[in-house]
């Protein structure tokens, strides 16, 4: 168990689902600010996807587990991701591991199709939510903050 948490990454694994892309890069931002973590490797899948469509962010977080007599620092993975990309992954993850399919490459094609749709998707619904951000501001109100994953 010991040579399990210190020395593989993805023993621990964390997914956070945000309505926003801008939440995303919040949450990172704060797990970099975070003194007690340490970022070991991170992955921007939606500035750079996978070839196949694939966007989230991956971070591999060295985090203090807190026992009972002592704190050990232990390998995190964590994939923060919207709730469109998450939807997605889930289904092309279902989908890909169907045996049998005919027409295998253009099932992929539109896989890839449906991912880029759903980042464009995603990009207005974060200008949709920054306009309505910018008109609460303009009126006085509060708005909403990045707590909403």
Excluded at 22 to 39: A, E, H, P, S
Aim: charged share 30%; aromatic share 8%; hydrophobic share 35%.
């Amino acid at each position: 168990m010991d040579s399990a948490l210190k020395e593989i990454y993805d023993a621990a694994g964390i997914r956070v689902i945000c309505p926003f892309l801008d939440d995303i890069y919040w949450i990172v931002n704060m797990l970099k600010n975070q003194q007690d973590i340490k970022v070991i490797k991170e992955k921007d899948y939606i500035r750079n996807p996978k070839p196949n469509g694939y966007r989230s962010y991956h971070m591999i977080l060295q985090v203090p587990l807190h026992l009972e007599n002592r704190i050990e620092m232990v390998y995190c993975e964590i994939q923060i991701r919207t709730i469109a990309m998450d939807c997605w992954a889930s289904l092309e993850h279902q989908l890909k591991y169907k045996k049998n399919i005919p027409n295998e490459k253009m099932i992929a094609e539109e896989l890839k199709r449906c991912a880029d749709e759903i980042a464009s998707t995603d990009l207005n619904l974060q200008t949709i939510s920054d306009m309505i951000k910018e008109i609460q501001h303009e009126n006085g109100e509060d708005t909403y903050e990045n707590l909403t994953c």
